[in-house]
């Protein structure tokens, strides 16, 4: 097999291209957008902010034991709108 070194140990090249693990992390919430900075609260401000930080510690937190293990691994994340945001009309 091309792929392998003598003693049928799998080139670092192969090892790395057959890792898939893929942590996704999605965040939809209701912000303020296109307002200007006077105008926000500390509130509206850091909505996004916290929400966004600390989904991200949450998902990275979960996974790295593993992808340490492997020396590999992806966090991916998503975010859009959406009326999710506490104290928040939809």
Known sequence: MASQRSGGMPSPRARAASISDIALNTVGLAYVQGAPLSALSLGDFLCPVD????????TGNAVAGHMVRQKAGVILTLSTPHPACPGRAS
């Open 51 to 58: 929400t966004y930080v600390r989904t991200n510690f949450i």
